[in-house]
Nanobody, 124 residues
Framework: QVQLAESGGGSVQAGGSLRLSCAASGSAMTVSCMGWFRHIPGKQREGVAAIYTSFGRTFYADSVKGRFTISRDSAKNTLSLQMNSLKPEDTAKYYC?????????????????WGQGTQVTVSS
């Protein structure tokens, strides 16, 4: 089992920045992928960014490329998402996920463990 806990959400004006963190515990070192997903009520969950834990390769949704950066500190068992140049359309609840993705890193259906989520609100 892996337990995940997000922090760092909040409200910011368009163009601003936020940094999300995800603390992992339990059998976190056994997963092959960790990622950030977001959900807007009434819409499908969207994979935002992910990292292949073995080699550190990163993956991003086209909508956030160049603005968001995912990173992982394996010593501290934390996953972070630095979000810059935020836009109102980035407003969502953001979730940290972990699992055994089989190469499909931005597909939430391939993730086994989830945090409770943290709200990000970007105002225009």
């Amino acid at each position: 089992q892996v337990q995940l806990a997000e922090s760092g959400g909040g409200s910011v004006q368009a163009g601003g920045s936020l940094r999300l963190s995800c603390a992992a515990s339990g059998s976190a070192m056994t997963v092959s992928c960790m990622g950030w997903f977001r959900h807007i009520p009434g819409k499908q969950r969207e994979g935002v960014a992910a990292i292949y834990t073995s080699f550190g390769r990163t993956f991003y949704a086209d909508s956030v490329k160049g603005r968001f950066t995912i990173s992982r500190d394996s010593a501290k068992n934390t996953l972070s998402l630095q979000m810059n140049s935020l836009k109102p359309e980035d407003t969502a609840k953001y979730y940290c996920g972990a699992g055994y993705c089989g190469g499909d890193y931005l597909n939430g259906n391939r993730y086994n463990y989830w945090g409770q989520g943290t709200q990000v609100t970007v105002s225009s």
